[in-house]
T-cell receptor, first 110, second 117 residues
């Protein structure tokens, strides 16, 4: 079982819609959760982090964490074509090791 | 420096050659991470330094891989006797906080794309 699992997609949404990206993790004691965006041929850049159960909002982005279900998600409201990228979920586990998922490819259609 | 820099950006090696990849973290950042990213995959953790101490090298795939950060700033990842399966992008990331802190934002460099022929 992989430490972090994501649907690879591709996920396509029309411009202005809500994009929902999901991630599950295996280590129940994991402490911190991160969403990175990676454009093709570029390095990952941090969008949001979360470490408490519930929702965390930052502009058009909302991260949701449910530790009981070992599930973390990212919602992108009012999706824009510039949001088209691969979104990587990363988890810091109880051993303070960082694991990334394989990423979900998002395409926002104008 | 504005961000994390890595050199070279591209490296082509013949199988069996040794390579050295350099990472210059953001000035003052205590944490430095190396990742390997194969095509279509997420970054895979290789090793972690806090200042000059290598606290975790559990992700290094074999004893052909070696990393150092002797003065707590610049780091070098060395791969001996390269194999075709070593072909990947090697990413370096740095952070102002320890990996043990709840919040650890990692800033990534542009990566070194290694191709082993």
């Amino acid at each position: 079982q992989k430490e972090v699992e994501q649907n690879s997609g591709p996920l396509s949404v029309p411009e202005g819609a809500i994009a929902s990206l999901n991630c599950t993790y295996s280590d129940r004691g994991s402490q911190s959760f991160f969403w990175y965006r990676q454009y093709s041929g570029k390095s990952p850049e941090l969008i949001m982090f979360i470490y408490s159960n519930g929702d965390k909002e930052d502009g058009r982005f909302t991260a949701q964490l449910n530790k009981a279900s070992q599930y973390v998600s990212l919602l992108i409201r009012d999706s824009q074509p510039s949001d088209s990228a691969t979104y990587l979920c990363a988890v810091r586990n109880t051993g303070n090791q960082f694991y990334f998922g394989t990423g979900t490819s998002l395409t926002v259609i104008p | 420096g504005a961000g994390v820099s890595q050199s070279p950006r591209y490296k082509v090696a013949k199988r069996g050659q040794d390579v050295a990849l350099r990472c210059d973290p953001i000035s003052g950042h205590v944490s430095l991470f190396w990742y390997q990213q194969a095509l279509g995959q997420g970054p895979e953790f290789l090793t972690y330094f806090q200042n000059e101490a290598q606290l975790d090298k559990s992700g290094l795939p074999s004893d052909r891989f070696f990393a150092e950060r002797p003065e707590g700033s610049v780091s070098t990842l060395k791969i001996q006797r390269t194999q075709q399966e070593d072909s990947a992008v090697y990413l370096c990331a740095s952070s102002s906080t320890s990996a043990l802190s709840s919040y650890n934002e990692q800033f990534f460099g542009p990566g070194t794309r290694l191709t082993v022929l």
